[in-house]
């Protein structure tokens, strides 16, 4: 709804005023029988909830006195409040965490005013963007946040509703599902194409065996991104674009896209990427068989101690093809320890173990099982092709060929989504 209304003296845009309301009715408990009776026909207040129709300002007032609300605090320039909605999100997407991090602090000094205003919930979709993005708090910590906006989704203007379903995207991409993640993100693109949800499209395509679609947006974020001079953004871009090639064996490609993604983090001395160039790195030079070349990076990325674990795995499994037992165990017997057992990578490490010593054995079957499930509880679909390959191999072994078929399947219903072309 365009334009604005006169409430409680104060001049209030209507498109925030519907949100508002049917925010703090649900926080409430009231329904819309209950907040309407006396004041207004419940057809009315729906339709004014859902940005339908509008009201006249007396009549907002009185379903605010019915809410507890006798006031609306003065917010003396909403254009610089936004402003800083803004610049926060932008310091979001380019990395710039501390600078975020100051942003946020001054709106936090500020709650107090924005909380009786009709501008809470802008404010409460802005606050769960920091949450998710720098504070990254799991979707059990932000879910509630995230129904009470969703339950009143109808009444945000499209700026608003395209925030708040690529932020609800990632969070739930992250902690819940996958599916659901990128339905949403796809839902939000339907509003507004912009650089960072083509990069996160991207980036939850490269993960979920959708390649080609992957390098098609990140390819579109990273050529928006140079253009701007947004070369952290564009580095990572590299780097997925890089991953997604390495997939499809696009093996050339893939190791242009992470060799100019290192010489960027170099040049802009950006360290928290090493621990994902170097990882990917050994994958690379794994799937080509240089064994040796993996070897080394593997060793950069586990000497960074972020996640040795998955590092450790590519380090333990070039060993073994370059019959290097001794330095296959001694990997073993460094990580498949207390110490590690807290990280997601320690199960994928001891299916390697599994496999190397035991996969004619039922113990192998039994515990490689339970990793795979862990692993689908835990939405890491990324890894687990290796797993499932293991699998089959070991059924395959004893000649179990209907239960390795069924595997197979599911693979084959990976890998239909994408091309796979050796250079």
């Known amino acids: ?81 936004r402003q800083k909605f803004y610049t926060m999100m932008l310091m979001v997407e380019t990395y ?104 996160i499209l991207g980036f939850t395509y490269c993960f979920n065996d959708r390649q080609l679609e992957g390098i098609y947006y990140l390819e579109k974020a990273l050529e928006s991104y140079e253009k701007n001079g947004y070369y952290k953004n564009a580095m990572w871009c590299h780097n997925y674009l890089g991953v997604s090639h390495c997939a499809l064996k696009h093996y050339n490609k893939g190791e242009y896209h992470l060799i100019t993604a290192l010489n960027g983090a170099k040049h802009f001395d950006i360290k928290n990427i090493y621990w994902h160039l170097y990882t990917n790195f050994s994958y690379l030079y794994f799937y080509k068989k240089d064994y040796e070349k993996s070897l080394t990076y593997a060793k950069k990325a586990m000497d960074l ?11 333990a499994e070039a060993c073994y093809h370059l019959n290097k037992m ?51 509880e835990n939405n890491h679909t990324d890894i687990l092709r290796d797993i499932r390959l293991g699998l089959i191999e070991h059924l395959e072994r004893k000649r179990k060929y209907k239960e390795a078929t069924i595997i197979y399947k599911k693979l084959l219903s990976m890998d239909d989504k994408i091309t796979l072309i050796d250079e």
Not at 19 to 38: E, M, V
Not at 40 to 48: D, I, M
Not at 358 to 374: G, S
């Open 96 to 199: 710039n965490f501390e600078e975020a991090t100051n942003i946020y602090n001054e709106l936090l000094e500020m709650e107090d005013i924005i909380k009786i205003s009709p501008y809470n919930i802008e404010y409460k979709i802005y606050q769960l963007l920091y949450n998710a993005f720098v504070l990254r708090e799991s979707y059990n910590t932000l879910k509630q946040d995230i129904k009470a906006i969703d339950n009143i989704y109808s009444s945000l203007t499209k700026e608003l509703k395209y925030i708040f379903l690529f932020v609800s995207a990632n969070v739930i991409y992250r902690y819940k599902s996958h599916e659901e993640g990128i339905e949403k993100l796809e839902k939000a693109m339907t509003i507004k194409k912009t650089p960072w949800a083509n990069y």
């Open 1 to 81: 709804m365009k334009g604005c209304v006169q409430v409680f003296d104060k001049e209030i845009e209507y498109d925030f005023l519907s949100g508002w309301i049917k925010f703090n009715r649900l926080q409430n408990g009231y329904s819309q029988d209950a907040l309407a009776y006396g004041i207004c026909s419940k057809s009315h207040l729906s339709y004014f909830e859902n940005g339908k129709k509008t009201l006249r300002g007396e009549i907002i007032e009185l379903l605010l006195k019915k809410l507890d609300i006798h006031e609306i605090s003065e917010i003396e320039n909403i254009g610089k409040l």
């Open 326 to 376: 001794d330095e296959v165990d001694a990997i073993f017997e460094k990580y498949l320890v207390d110490e590690y057992k807290e990280s997601i990578y320690y199960p994928f490490l001891e299916f390697l173990q599994l496999k190397i010593y035991h996969i004619n054995e039922d113990i192998f079957y039994k515990r490689t099982k339970e990793i795979l499930e862990y692993y689908n």
């Open 305 to 315: 101690k972020k996640h040795p674990l998955l590092p450790a795995y590519n380090y």
